[in-house]
């Protein structure tokens, strides 16, 4: 009897030590994976970190940029208005040399030279506003598509899902060629663009990439998620631009977005352009806008041309 209950206190013992091993064990094992989990969080969350860092950077510049722009573009229109005035002032001028020879009806040698020599100076005055606004047209026109460029930088106009390029094709004002690119050294054609794929980092979302822009390489090193890589051609231009947004193990997934027309295709089209008007509201996709200021009421007097002599 004796001999069987310490055998059976036995049994009890080593069943209890096992039991613990078994929890502790278990415990252990939990241990690890919440701090695995917890290591992942933390990574994603700093790589995250490290994204809106680079975002807000690029807004920074971008909104600079489009204020520089605006005001230069604000200072043409105002030396336009101005010049748009005086070509005015100079044809109502000639207007009336025109109906004051209609009233007198003759005019003597010394008059009619001198009339002459008037018109002569008026014309060459207008061919000078006519190259003049020609001139500032061209500016205008370059100002613009600065501004369109840096206005999609800074809206973010970048696609971060097959979805949102749909959405960005459907507007039609560019091209757009989505790619998918496996780490290699061999080239591959997307578009206008031959890419190679280098390096990813999948954990701190940025990668490595090459290219052949006019038969030149170019190399692009540590480029972040979302990071839109601007390519202009030699020959002026719009820009095309590449966007990565999904990044893998040793693959990439992006697009392309090229300029729907070339310059040399809106110059041959004959399309004029419309001058930018002092009244033009402001662009609803840019809220930063400043609208433009009103002309001024009153125009500064404008010098009349010296009357000649009337005949005696």
């Given at each position: ?15 209890w ?30 790589s ?18 489009i ?24 044809a ?20 009619d ?5 008037l ?28 501004l ?38 061999q080239?591959?054609?997307?578009g ?5 794929l280098?390096r ?13 822009v ?17 390519i202009?051609?030699e ?58 200021q009103p ?13 000649p002599?009337?005949?005696?």
């Open positions: 009897m004796e001999e069987n209950r310490e055998h059976q206190e036995i049994q009890n013992e080593n069943g030590q096992s039991g613990a091993a078994g929890i502790s064990r278990w415990v252990l094992i939990g241990g690890v994976a919440l701090l695995l989990v917890a290591g992942l969080a933390f990574g994603y969350g700093y995250q970190q490290i994204a809106v860092g680079h975002l807000s950077a690029q807004q920074s510049a971008a909104s600079a940029t204020d520089q722009l605006q005001g230069q573009l604000n200072a043409v229109t105002t030396k336009l208005n101005d010049m748009v005035a005086v070509q005015q002032a100079a109502q001028a000639e207007e009336q040399k025109k109906a004051q020879a209609a009233a007198t009806g003759k005019r003597g040698a010394p008059a030279k001198r009339y002459k020599e018109k002569a100076q008026l014309e060459d005055q207008g061919k000078q506003l006519k190259d003049t606004q020609d001139l500032v047209t061209k500016n205008r026109a370059d100002l613009e598509t600065s369109t460029s840096t206005k999609d930088e800074l809206n973010g106009s970048i696609a971060k899902t097959h979805e949102e390029l749909v959405v960005l094709q459907k507007r039609g004002e560019r091209n757009y060629f989505e790619f998918d690119l496996s780490k290699s050294k080239f591959q054609r997307f206008p663009l031959t890419l190679s280098r990813t980092d999948a954990k701190h979302m940025n990668y490595d990439l090459s290219m052949v006019d038969d030149n390489r170019l190399d692009k090193k540590r480029v972040n998620l979302y990071e839109p890589i601007w202009h051609p020959t002026g231009g719009q820009p095309v631009q590449i966007v990565v947004n999904k990044i893998g193990r040793n693959t990439a997934h992006g697009y392309i977005s090229s300029p729907k027309y070339r310059e040399s295709e809106l110059a041959s089209s004959g399309a004029p352009l419309t001058p930018v008007s002092a009244t033009t509201p402001a662009d609803p996709n840019r809220p930063n806008q400043q609208p433009d002309p001024p009421t009153q125009q500064p007097p404008t010098q009349q041309p010296p009357q002599p009337q005949p005696e």
